[in-house]
């Protein structure tokens, strides 16, 4: 059964840092590229960052580039992403998810998410 | 950069009727189209890709079409469960893949 849990979340002043986890089980996970996705309160779903399977490759959404750093340890089957700058428009739940071998941007599975709360 | 825009907003149905949701993309995106359901405090689950494809485990009352920048997601007869908000998504290169979300809600 593939499964995907987020840590890290909390409560964290403007400017703080953050890192989030998201644990793999259940698949190869070097084989798939990853994303986190995040929804802040009573809003839509907003792409975030993208990770290649090998994690030679990074992608990022403008809101987040140069603040935000995606990662994966192949060998422990984890998924990071380091938050730092945090602003109160980060505030979200943010939820890793796993892409399809032939489309990696299509989320077949998604973690509960962890939560981010940017006040002071 | 591709922009998706869903509609309606909003969609008032009962139990047993049929839905239909929009989404249509600012350029085409060929057949790079997902759909998602998400209900309240839950992650969203993938339903659709490929425009036309159902995920794993979706009940065939859930069907896409569409290519281009048009697309439709159509629920044949609407169960309890499936009352949720539902989101396209186009799995180009685009850094805002998500349309906005079309909430179906009970009448």
């Known amino acids: 059964e593939v499964q995907l849990l987020e840590s890290g979340g909390g409560l964290v002043q403007p400017g703080g840092s953050l890192r989030l986890s998201c644990a793999a089980s259940?698949?190869?996970?070097?084989?798939?590229?990853m994303s986190w996705v995040r929804q802040a309160p009573g809003k839509g779903l907003e792409w975030v960052s993208a990770?290649?399977?090998?994690?030679?490759?990074?992608y990022y959404a403008d809101s987040v580039r140069g603040r935000f750093t995606i990662s994966r340890d192949n060998s422990e089957n984890t998924l990071y992403l380091r938050l730092n700058s945090l602003r109160a428009e980060d505030t979200a739940v943010y939820y890793c998810?796993?892409?399809?071998?032939?489309?990696?941007?299509?989320?077949?599975?998604w973690g509960q998410g962890t939560l981010v709360t940017v006040s002071s | 950069e591709i922009v998706l825009t869903q509609s309606p907003g909003t969609l008032s149905l009962s139990p047993g009727e049929g839905a239909t949701l929009s989404c249509r993309a600012s350029?085409?995106?060929?057949?790079?189209l997902a759909w998602y359901q998400q209900k309240p405090g839950q992650a969203p689950r993938l339903l659709i890709y490929?425009?036309?494809s159902r995920a794993t485990g979706i009940p065939d009352r859930f069907s896409g079409s569409g290519s281009g920048t048009d697309f439709i997601l159509t629920i044949g007869r609407l169960e309890p469960e499936d009352f949720a908000v539902y989101y396209c998504?186009?799995?180009?290169?685009?850094?805002?893949?998500f349309g906005q979300g079309t909430k179906v809600e009970i009448k």
């Open positions: 998810a796993k892409g399809l071998i032939a489309a990696v941007r299509v989320y077949d599975y």
């Open positions: 259940g698949f190869t996970f070097s084989r798939h590229a």
């Open positions: 990770i290649s399977n090998s994690g030679a490759n990074t």
């Open positions: 350029q085409s995106v060929s057949t790079d």
């Open positions: 490929g425009a036309s």
């Open positions: 998504q186009q799995y180009g290169s685009s850094t805002r893949p």
